[in-house]
């Protein structure tokens, strides 16, 4: 996995995709203005030429974002294959073993 370059002042991708911050206004799917982290994708000039419907994540404002998205980083790293927080397998949900017994 390559490492991103944290440096605000690096060009766009130019025919890639990034995330980037999206304002929305209050409507039918957001009850109240937020933001959204979105995966936006470049044309080969560096054009903004889409991104996702549905954001990632959503706040009231950036800072509460960016608090999310550490929160994220956090538990993710504590996640392992074999400690206390193992990585779950999305083909063998622990909620089916449950219901088996």
Not at 58 to 82: Q, S, W
Not at 89 to 96: I, R, Y
Request: net charge negative; aromatic share 6%; with cysteine.
């Amino acid at each position: 996995m390559q490492k991103h370059d944290r440096d605000p002042t690096r060009t766009l991708p130019k025919g890639g995709w990034n995330y980037r911050l999206i304002r929305h206004k209050a409507r039918s799917s957001f009850n109240e203005d937020c933001i959204g982290v979105h995966e936006v994708h470049y044309d080969d000039d560096g054009n903004v030429r889409a991104w996702t419907e549905q954001p990632s994540i959503i706040g009231d404002t950036r800072e509460e974002v960016i608090e999310v998205l550490e929160r994220m980083a956090l538990d993710c790293a504590l996640c392992t294959d074999d400690g206390a927080r193992k990585i779950l397998d999305a083909d063998n949900p622990p909620w089916e073993k449950h219901d088996a017994d």
